[in-house]
């Protein structure tokens, strides 16, 4: 697994605003998956480096986090999957461009030795998903959950109380000591948010 962070805009309801986000691979030394893919191309493929990209996951679709997807799809070959409740908030960004591969809750994405589990939790967008890294019980939450609480709501096609609902239904249901990996910040634990969250 190899992380980088790249810097840009976040555009929604008339508001722009100056965000930071992680960008997760994760693989082994000749294949990889990418988790989103926001502001910087060439930054995410010197993450990459001579490794073959299977798949681009975009943990959902607002503008920081899809805005290179196509971009970074055509230059790798790899199929771009999103949860098809966001379609809406996709057209805002790429209208008339399309994903490749509609992911489901509960969907199996294989990678070297193992697999990523989607974990649909709508809230912070309406296709929103988490994906837990089954070798290592390691949850990548996109903007569902961060240090400190979930992530924002109060914009169009977010819901404060959905969001809440997934935490507690779906991700407090893993064991305490997860390690999550968040869209933007530092790390933090499900213990952690249980403890923050209530």
């Not at 995410?44 to 971009?71: F, N, Q, S």
């Amino acid at each position: 697994m190899d992380r980088t962070e790249t810097s840009g805009t976040f555009s929604l309801d008339g508001e722009t605003h100056q965000v930071d986000n992680n960008v997760w691979v994760i693989g082994n030394d000749s294949e990889v998956i990418v988790l989103d893919a926001p502001h910087d191309v060439d930054a995410i493929l010197e993450l990459v480096g001579d490794r073959t990209v299977k798949a681009i996951i975009c943990t959902h679709a607002h503008d920081d986090h899809v805005r290179h997807a196509p971009e970074l799809r055509q230059r790798t070959g790899a199929p771009l999957y999103l949860h098809p409740d966001d379609a809406p908030v996709w057209e805002l960004t790429h209208p008339g461009v399309t994903w490749d591969v509609d992911l489901a809750d509960g969907d199996r994405i294989e990678i070297g030795d193992t697999a990523l589990r989607v974990i649909h939790t709508p809230g912070h967008a309406p296709g929103a998903v988490c994906l837990l890294l089954e070798s290592s019980g390691e949850l990548f939450s996109g903007d569902t959950l961060f240090n400190g609480g979930p992530g924002a709501t109060g914009r169009s096609f977010s819901d404060a109380d959905l969001i809440v609902d997934s935490i507690r239904a779906k991700l407090f249901a893993l064991p305490d000591d997860t390690v999550v990996h968040t869209g933007h910040g530092p790390d933090t634990t499900i213990g952690a948010e249980k403890a923050s969250i209530g």
